[in-house]
């Protein structure tokens, strides 16, 4: 059995048994997350432990704008002055609560953040986004240096060089 992250493919993952404990995140990888991918509104990333196709646990990349006003000043001032940056957005990280415990968020969120930062030498991208749904997603980001917007504690996010420190850190 080897863990392996793949690109969702609806008829090959098994999503029905999947349960992180939210609700919104379940319901997500069960119901709309092929249709996001199909239509490009979403990128979503799943992690199996092959040969075996149970989703254990999974992510999502899409394009994101962030304003410049959003963010803090140290990181804004060095930055042109335009309306809206490009960004990227983490927007769903998961992991079924069979699996919770092992470490597999943080494997899924560096294997995320070097998507984020590969793409980077293709299409434009600041920072990455991520959007925690409570106190303690918040706090799994921030053990990861991401920084709150300035009015929106919820939403955090991580320069793309600080993303390519880390993965550099994670030997990656």
């Not at 494997?107 to 030498?121: G, M, R, S, V």
């Not at 990861?144 to 060089?161: D, G, V, W």
């Amino acid at each position: 059995m080897a863990l392996t992250i793949e690109l969702l493919d609806s008829r090959k993952h098994n999503r029905s048994n999947f349960s992180c404990g939210e609700e919104t995140l379940d319901n997500y990888i069960r119901k709309q997350a092929s249709q996001d991918l199909k239509k490009r509104v979403a990128m979503v990333f799943v992690l199996v432990d092959s040969p075996n196709t149970d989703v254990i646990a999974y992510y999502t990349l899409s394009s994101y704008t962030i304003a410049l006003t959003e963010l803090s000043e140290s990181f804004a001032k060095n930055l042109p002055r335009y309306p809206l940056l490009p960004a990227t957005l983490l927007g769903c990280l998961a992991v079924d609560r069979t699996q919770q415990n092992q470490h597999l968020g943080e494997l899924i969120l560096i294997d995320a953040l070097k998507k984020a930062l590969l793409a980077t030498e293709q299409v434009a991208s600041l920072a990455v986004i991520a959007e925690a749904l409570n106190e303690r997603a918040a706090k799994f980001y921030q053990k990861y240096s991401f920084q709150p917007f300035k009015q929106e504690p919820m939403k955090l996010y991580l320069p793309m060089k600080s993303v390519a420190e880390l993965c550099q850190v994670f030997n990656i």
